[in-house]
């Protein structure tokens, strides 16, 4: 299963449109695929006794990620950055298991013309950091407002056949890595 994680909080977000298109391309491919909406988090985790005791809802969310064979990170660009609760949400899930050795890809939202460059480029460092594998094929979407109706698909084939491309791109490094999985993964 492929894990696609939307990764803001922010309401009505492009991220969350972006992300549902990524839903219906691996829908279309007939992959099996869970979404993890960070607006679903539950209050509780940002609270400091979180550290120590993870809220019980949080947990589904973890056990999402612990077993997903993939997963798809969206992240918009937040002052140069990724949003502070996609960060902490990657500091709350179990360490280090839930992204060793785990098939990870990355498509970046932004109003500017780099198309979130740059917290993509930190998602690697910090997941690279993690032991994840590292899908080399990134998503940019600049000017993602132009690229999107209203409805929140999106307007130009080119930017869906690249999803598509990456998407099946995907899947096969996903495939070719789980016969190489270290034996000493849980799951």
């Known amino acids: 299963m492929i894990v696609i994680i939307s990764g803001t909080n922010r309401p009505g977000s492009n991220t969350r449109k972006v992300t549902a298109n990524i839903e219906s391309v691996y829908a279309a491919l007939g ?23 993870k809220p019980a809802a949080f947990r589904k969310f973890a056990d999402a990620v612990l ?23 990657i500091d709350m899930l179990p360490f280090p298991e839930s992204f060793e050795y785990r ?3 990355f498509v970046g939202v932004a109003a500017g013309i780099w198309g979130a460059l740059r917290p993509v480029e930190q998602l690697q460092a910090i997941l690279g950091y993690r032991n994840a594998y ?14 999107l109706h209203e409805s929140g698909q999106l307007k130009e084939p080119d930017m ?3 999803l598509e491309k990456q998407a099946m791109g995907f899947i096969g490094f996903v495939e070719s890595l789980r016969s190489k999985k270290p034996h000493h993964r849980e799951n």
């Open 31 to 53: 992959v099996p695929f869970q979404v993890l909406d960070l607006m679903q988090l539950p209050p509780e985790i940002i609270l400091p006794s979180a550290y120590e005791q």
């Open 67 to 89: 077993a997903a064979d993939g997963v798809v990170l969206v992240t918009p660009e937040y002052n140069g950055g990724i949003p502070g609760i996609l960060k902490y949400f």
């Open 103 to 105: 098939p990870v890809c």
């Open 134 to 147: 590292i899908y080399p094929e990134r998503v940019f979407m600049p000017g993602v407002h132009k690229l």
């Open 160 to 162: 869906k056949a690249r």
